[in-house]
């Protein structure tokens, strides 16, 4: 147990579907991050928040949308997928966004196929 | 930027055997951190090591800056090792963590 949930854990969607995924941190942190894990690729970042705000987004295409209402929750919500999107979607959270070695605790994952 | 290899890619070890993975970088950096990846998804940080040695348990981990690159040692391997192991750096102007490609650890009873 990380202090960092997920849900769902496991989604099927079709190209046309719209969906979300959940994420919540109970460590207090104020730094969260989406990743997308591809099969034999390195994780790739996808979005960072700080303090609720944006400050980072890694030419993620439109069809994926985050939104922070808060320092504790993070959403991803996905429409009109491709069947590339497939994938382990992981977030993360750090005390802070700094320089210095933050280390990120990360959530189990959702492992997303789009059919 | 920033890369970082890490081999072998893949090692299948008897219980009980040791081993050591292996993380190169190509820059200097402010950052560096060990995850380990269960069979299930879950991304476990072990060490923030950007220099020197550290130790916890079985696990221990050692990074030469100026040679730019750290090992990850596991002794006594159970079969709860088994995963993937990944090295990520970070720089010092920014605050984004590198990965590489991860080792992918099977340890056999």
């Known amino acids: 147990e990380t202090g960092v949930t997920q849900t769902p854990r496991h989604l099927v969607m079709g190209m046309t579907n719209k969906k979300s995924l959940k994420c919540e941190q109970h460590?207090?942190?104020?730094?969260m991050y989406w990743y997308k894990q591809s099969a034999k690729k390195p994780l790739e970042l996808m979005f960072v928040?700080?303090?609720?705000?944006?400050?980072e987004n890694n030419s993620v295409p439109s069809r994926f949308s985050p939104e922070c209402p808060n320092s504790s929750h993070l959403f991803l919500h996905l429409h009109t997928l491709q069947p590339e999107d497939s994938a382990l979607y992981l977030c993360?959270?750090?005390?802070?966004?700094?320089?210095?070695?933050?280390?990120?605790?990360f959530g189990p994952g959702t492992r997303l196929l789009v059919l | 930027g920033i890369q970082v290899e890490q081999s072998p890619p893949d090692l299948i070890l008897q219980e009980g055997a040791n081993s050591t993975l292996r993380c190169n970088f190509s820059?200097?950096?402010?950052?560096l951190q060990w995850f380990h990846q269960n069979p299930w998804g879950q991304l476990i940080n072990l060490f923030y090591?950007?220099?020197?040695?550290k130790q916890n348990g079985r696990l221990s981990a050692t990074t030469v800056a100026t040679e730019r690159y750290s090992l990850l040692y596991i002794s006594s391997s159970q079969t709860t090792d088994s995963g993937v192991y990944f090295c990520?750096?970070?720089?010092?102007?920014?605050?984004?963590?590198?990965w590489g490609a991860g080792t992918k650890l099977i340890i056999k009873p």
């Open positions: 928040y700080n303090f609720k705000e944006q400050t």
């Open positions: 990520a750096v970070g720089e010092d102007s920014n605050y984004q963590l590198i």
């Open positions: 460590l207090g942190h104020n730094a």
């Open positions: 993360a959270s750090s005390q802070n966004l700094g320089t210095g070695g933050e280390t990120q605790y």
């Open positions: 820059d200097s950096v402010n950052n």
């Open positions: 090591i950007p220099s020197g040695t």
